[in-house]
């Protein structure tokens, strides 16, 4: 049973940082490209970031050079430091991977972020 547990959510300041990890279990963790997304309310749920099975990491525009997306293969964690956070950020994010033809999603956290 795949299961992906996110934590590290919060309410910051404008301007802080968070980092945000999301424990897995039930799969390869290390032969699996893995993913945040985030939804901020009353808005479809949206893509970061993504990092690879060799480490190579991919970002949205919105959050490119705030946000780093790495892997801990030993501990098949998953962590997004955030810096800089924007009230824009606020939101609920999840950790995502792609999996025997099927989606997994963690359960999310939420980041609130206030000006």
């Known amino acids: 049973q795949v299961q992906l547990v996110e934590s590290g959510g919060g309410l910051v300041q404008a301007g802080g940082s968070l980092r945000l990890s999301c424990a897995a279990s039930?799969?390869?963790?290390?032969?699996?490209?893995m993913n945040w997304y985030r939804q901020a309310p009353g808005k479809q749920r949206e893509w970061v970031a993504s990092i690879t099975t060799e480490g190579n990491t991919n970002y949205a525009d919105s959050v490119k050079a705030r946000f780093t997306i790495s892997r801990g293969n030993a501990k098949s964690t998953l962590y997004l430091e955030i810096n800089s956070l924007k009230p824009e950020d606020t939101a609920v994010y999840y950790c995502?991977?792609?999996?025997?033809?099927?989606?997994?999603w963690g359960q999310g956290t939420q980041v609130t972020v206030s000006s």
């Open positions: 039930g799969i390869a963790f290390s032969m699996h490209t």
């Open positions: 995502h991977c792609f999996s025997g033809q099927y989606d997994y």
